[in-house]
């Protein structure tokens, strides 16, 4: 059971250049999520969606898009990379619901603009 | 104001002591809320979720919400060096769609 797979697990960007990070769930989750990790610090959401077709803005959306066509992937797109970007950033998923929501996670991508 | 607050910490305990972290919250219409942990270079694993007023317990682990307060809090007894991690509290939006994270409380454990 693969989980939340996300790929690249590490990437190097220059300043200005563009990347997807890909996310793909094999859980049947309705909910997935996109968080950044800066060093030393907390969860930011960056992007989430209840649904194919569905997505909405988290706390710090600036500088990224995303899009969810099926239910099993939930890509993010950074547009024009810039230093602030630098990140681990974390995909993940859930069941919908009102009480046990877990969320599961995929192993992170480590992302450095330079 | 931040959706879900904590205190960074560090916060260093003995061996074998409690361990206690705080977790307020501002979204009145949040109705579950996760403690995970997360190991330097780690994805965050779920240690309890807890949707009503009051305790829950789990081995070494007890959760705690008060929602008139807005406060949930995550207590570790008999505390191991292996429970050294950052611990990240999380609140479900009023539709459960939402998971907001705090900024997680970094706990050292001395042997």
């Known amino acids: 059971n693969a989980g939340v797979t996300q790929t690249p697990k590490f990437r190097i960007l220059k300043i200005g250049q563009s990347m997807t990070l890909q996310c793909t769930q094999d859980?049947?989750?309705?909910?997935m999520y996109w968080y950044r990790q800066d060093p030393g610090m907390g969860l930011k959401l960056i992007y989430y969606?209840?649904?194919?077709?569905?997505?909405d803005k988290g706390e710090v959306p600036n500088g990224y898009n995303v899009s969810r066509s099926t239910t099993e992937d939930f890509p993010l797109r950074l547009e024009l990379a810039a230093p602030s970007q630098t990140s681990v950033y974390f995909c993940?998923?859930?069941?919908?619901?009102?009480?046990?929501?877990?969320?599961?996670f995929g192993q992170g991508t480590r992302l450095t603009v330079v | 104001q931040k959706e879900v607050e904590q205190n960074s910490g560090p916060l260093s305990v003995p061996e074998g002591a409690i361990a206690s972290l705080n977790c307020t919250y501002s979204?009145?219409?949040?109705?579950?809320f996760f403690w995970y942990r997360q190991y330097s270079g780690k994805s965050p694993e779920l240690i309890m979720f807890?949707?009503?007023?009051g305790d829950k317990e789990d081995g070494r682990f007890t959760a705690q919400l008060n929602k008139a307060s807005q406060y949930v809090s995550l207590l570790i007894r008999d505390s191991q060096p292996s429970d050294s991690a950052t611990y990240l509290c999380?609140?479900?939006?009023?539709?459960?769609?939402?998971?907001?994270f705090g900024a997680g409380t970094i706990l050292r454990v001395k042997s």
């Open positions: 993940a998923s859930s069941y919908p619901g009102l009480k046990n929501t877990e969320a599961f």
């Open positions: 859980m049947n989750h309705n909910y």
């Open positions: 969606s209840v649904g194919a077709g569905i997505t």
């Open positions: 979204d009145r219409g949040s109705q579950s």
């Open positions: 807890i949707y009503s007023n």
């Open positions: 999380a609140g479900s939006g009023e539709y459960g769609n939402k998971l907001v």
